[in-house]
C-alpha cells in the first residue's frame, strides 16, 4: 500500500521513526541539543530514551570516542536499532541499556551531560526519572532536556482527519507528546530533583521534509493507528493520506514541508 513512499505500514517501529522523524526534525533538534549543552571532547555522556540513538550518535562525533556515551530505553526494539544505526555510522562503541529512566543501572555521578530529547513526557515517573537523571551526573554537570510545548499543525491535521474518519478522540492517547509543555512543571521537576541554574527555553524546531505523502505514510506508519490503517482498502487510505496533506498545504516552502513545533528545552546543573 505505501510501497511507493519508501515505508511499510505494517512493520512500523523503529525504522520508520528514524526515516521518518529523526530525518525530519529529530536529527536537527540532537544538533541543537548537544551544541546547546555544550558536549565536548573527552565528557562521558548519556542519552536517557535515546529512541533510535539520535542524540547518542550526535554526541559521539563531539566526545571524541563513542566508548564514552551511553544510551539507555525502556524499548528493547529501540535499542536494537539504535546499535544497528550506530554500527552502521561508525559508532560501535556506544553502550545501549534497557532500562526504565526512573531505574538507571549505572553508578552515581558517572556522566559529564546527560540528554533526555522528547522522552520525560512520556514517563509515568518523572520525579524518580530526574532524580535518577541527577543521580548519574557529576557534581556541575550538565541536563539537556525538551518537550514538545504544544500541539503543532502536524498534530492538528492528524486529529481532525483521523478523528473524523474513525471517531471523535481516537487520537486523544497523542496529546501525551505535549503533555509536559509548562515551564512552571519543568522547573518544578529540575527543582526536585536538586538541581542548580535550571533555565527553560522556547524555540521552534521545524518538521522538514521534501515528499509531504511521503512523510505523512510513515508518520502514520510509527503511530498507534498503524495496524488499522493496513487494513484499509486502498482507496479509503489514500483518501486519507489525501486529506492530510490538503490540512498541511500552507505548512511548505520551496524544499517541501515545514511545519513548525514549539519546543521547551529545561538546560540545569547539578
Ligand atoms: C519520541 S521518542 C524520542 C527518542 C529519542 N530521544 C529521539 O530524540 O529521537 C520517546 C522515547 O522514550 C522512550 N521511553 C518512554 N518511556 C520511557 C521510560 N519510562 N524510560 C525510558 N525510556 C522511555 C520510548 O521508548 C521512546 O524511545
Redesign the pocket.
Known sequence: MSGQSGFQLKKGGPEV?ELC??QAQ?GR??QELVETTGVASGHRVL?????????ARTAAVRTGTSEFVTG????AE?LEAAARFAGNSGFQEISWVE????HLPLADAAFDVVL????LQ????KAG?MAEMARVLKPGGKLGLSVWKTRSALGSAFATVLDAHFGEGTTAPWEM?YSLGNRDGLHALAEGAGFHDAHVVLDVKFARYPDTEAFITGALAGSPLAGTLADLPEPEYKTLIGKIVAELAEYHDDAGLAVPSQCLTLMARK
Open positions: 521513526y522523524w529523526v529529530m533538534a540532537a542519552d536517557v530514551a535515546c529512541g533510535t540513538g539520535v542524540v539507555t530505553d525502556v524499548s529501540m532500562c526504565d529512566a526512573a533526555c530529547q522528547q522522552g512520556f514517563m509515568p515517573d526519572a507528546v
